[in-house]
């Protein structure tokens, strides 16, 4: 079954061709990843689609019985909504239901209205789809719902509108770049909730390992051209290869064959005028195609480096508070040289604090931080530069410097070194204002390289880059003889690159971890598997001490129990078992942070009185058995 249809599309900015008479389709199921170097026009296309854009020929179509759910890079919301109507804003009766409920438990004196909402609930069967929807919002951290849509920046936006979408359920999904912002626990979730449901969806995205394991389909946009692979992220790798090599042969036996034509065109008479048409229309066909550009621009990254002395950068006892938030508790650390530390935890336990402390942009609360004389750190950071919008792309790199020094000893001017940088002489001279985000990202990138750091400091550095700018940053850094220090929520990324990790586990504990973020995954799943053996063994000793207490009890000679005190005891066993799973249940909340602080003071005085309780129904328990 077809849900979307593309026919002859074409758009261009000016002279600049992004895509021309492009068609593909795509079918009920399939999920398909949209894959280009930044400024192509992946963006652009899911614009159209969109309906935010229009093209300058050709047509799309999507099937007219299907719901369509779009995830744009920059979402927007009506001002003034609060989270709760943003994420529960849609025409879905099941929805309305549940938000008409969720209005009337902040209002617990009209009974009436409770009444109705409750069996509204009832009638739509709506209780599973709201543990569904509470479920989103939790793993997404989508938390204080009556907060204003306003107050959140832009990562929280883009958040809350992914909840929006899966609590929406379209037929078929379009993201784009539904991975940034997100944390790693976040993004894995959201990998297993694509893989897992029978959903259809066109994504564009640069995360290579959610690409492998989520993507069926991938669609290349190169020079202007499709060119589809059916298969994963491995397979398109190992195709596209192919193709590449292909074109090159195809453009050698061209060359050949039309050395030969034209020799045969030369040799006709010049007043003769019974040249084979046929003949010629093939010259000009085989011409073009012996002259064809193979595109095979590459991404050169090669500055010099300043040299590293023996005294790198030494951290002694930081501690760090945003009011109740502790992100460092006497934290020390001592950087060696040339090593590659990745810095990994959920959103808000203080990841990029901690590098504007390490790079002297903020102060500690208390603590020393001791950094070498021959140190020149270079900070690229998440929220990027403001770039002047009306400076050409030239200009910004000539502000630092108009000449470069590179590793081989040569010096590069601004122009030569943008070029390195994907940047033709043309565009060199186009204004900020016109470029791609991504193409924002490497420009600011180069901005940071060119001042040549040994101390490199790369906080979520693969937002909105392609996947070839991130191979050959990837090379790059595994070669930088210098410190790296990496905040990124790219699974891939961090393992190709980084020698340990730092782990913010929250509330200022941080663990020092020898090995990739893979490695670090098997180990908590290990430790998690452990720990589930060890309190499985606790409860089966306890059964059995139960056993054997009841058993010696029903043996003893002393006084036996009421009819009443029997029937009590029979039921505290089953209490206690019950009053224990919501202690577990209240504790795992708790532990996942991502209740708010009205809410985790809730859940301890809720855990405080269960602990109480089982206190007092085992010691009578105990007294009965007795």
């Excluded at 791609?436 to 906080?459: C, K």
């Excluded at 200022?508 to 452990?530: H, P, T």
């Excluded at 000793?541 to 009590?568: G, H, I, M, P, R």
Aim: glycine share 6%.
């Amino acid at each position: 079954m077809n849900y979307l249809s593309v026919e002859n599309l074409s758009k261009a900015f000016g002279e600049k061709v992004l895509f021309q008479q492009i068609s593909f389709g795509l079918n009920k199921g399939q999920k398909v990843a949209l894959i280009a170097k930044n400024g192509s026009g992946k963006t652009s296309l899911l614009r159209i689609l969109t309906g935010l854009d229009t093209a300058d020929s050709g047509s799309f179509s999507f099937r007219k019985d299907i719901q369509v759910g779009f995830l744009h890079q920059d979402p927007i919301f009506e001002p003034g909504h609060k989270i709760l109507d943003a994420v529960l804003h849609s025409d879905n009766p099941i929805i309305q239901a549940i938000k008409n409920y969720e209005a009337c438990l902040n209002q617990p004196d009209q009974h009436e209205a409770m009444q109705e909402a409750m069996l509204q609930m009832d009638n739509f069967k709506a209780w599973d789809y709201e543990i569904k929807i509470k479920q989103i919002l939790s793993k997404l951290k989508v938390g204080d719902l009556d907060r204003s849509i306003d107050t959140l920046s832009g990562g929280q936006k883009k958040r809350v509108a992914l909840a929006k979408l899966l609590i929406n359920e379209p037929d078929f999904y379009i993201l784009d770049e539904p991975t940034n912002h997100l944390d790693i626990e976040m993004i894995e979730w959201l990998e297993g909730f694509l893989s897992n449901q029978q959903i259809s969806l066109l994504m564009v995205t640069h995360d290579r390992y959610f690409l492998e394991r989520v993507c069926d389909q991938i669609i290349e946009l190169d020079q202007g051209k499709i060119f589809q692979y059916s298969g994963n992220y491995s397979y398109f790798l190992e195709k596209k290869a192919e193709r590449e090599e292909m074109e090159v042969k195809d453009k050698s036996k061209a060359q050949n064959l039309m050395r030969k034509e034209l020799d045969w065109v030369r040799r006709q008479p010049k007043a003769r005028g019974t040249k084979s048409k046929a003949r010629l229309d093939a010259f000009q066909d085989i011409k073009k195609a012996a002259n064809k550009q193979i595109n095979r621009d590459n991404l050169q990254l090669d500055v010099k480096m300043t040299r590293l002395g023996k005294k790198i950068l030494e951290l002694e006892g930081l501690h760090k508070n945003y009011d109740d938030l502790k992100i460092l508790d006497n934290f020390s650390y001592i950087f060696k040289r040339q090593e590659k530390v990745g810095i990994v935890g959920h959103n808000g336990v203080g990841k990029s604090t901690f590098l504007h402390i390490i790079s002297g942009q903020m102060p500690p609360d208390q603590g020393q931080i001791s950094v070498g004389e021959t140190i020149v750190m270079g900070y690229y950071r998440q929220d990027g530069i403001k770039l002047a919008e009306d400076k050409r792309v030239i200009e910004v790199v000539q502000d630092i410097a108009e000449y470069i020094p590179m590793s081989q000893g040569q010096n590069l001017s601004a122009s030569q070194l943008l070029e390195r940088f994907l940047f033709s002489p043309k565009s060199q001279y186009s204004y900020v204002s016109t470029l791609s985000g991504g193409e924002r990202r490497r420009l600011y990138l180069l901005t940071i390289l060119a001042q040549n750091p040994n101390f490199l400091i790369l906080d979520e550095p693969t937002n909105d880059l392609d996947i070839l700018t991130l191979q050959v940053l990837e090379d790059f850094l595994e070669d930088f003889p210098g410190c790296l220090v990496l905040v990124s929520h790219d699974r891939y990324f961090l393992d190709k690159l980084v020698d340990h990790l730092l782990v913010f586990e929250g509330d200022g504990k941080i663990l020092d971890y020898n090995g990739s973020y893979s490695e670090y995954q098997a180990f908590k799943e290990v430790e998690a598997e452990k720990a589930q053996k060890a309190q499985e063994e606790a409860k089966a000793k306890l059964k059995a001490k139960n056993a054997e207490n009841l058993t010696a009890s029903k043996t003893s000679d002393k006084k036996k129990l009421s009819f009443k005190e029997q029937k009590e005891y029979e039921n505290l066993e089953q209490e206690i078992e019950t009053l224990e799973k919501q202690k577990e249940s209240i504790e795992s909340e708790l532990s996942e942070g991502t209740l708010d602080n009205k809410s985790i003071q809730q859940k301890s005085e809720e855990l405080g009185k269960i602990i109480k309780l089982i206190e007092q129904k085992t010691d009578r328990w105990l007294e009965l058995g007795e």
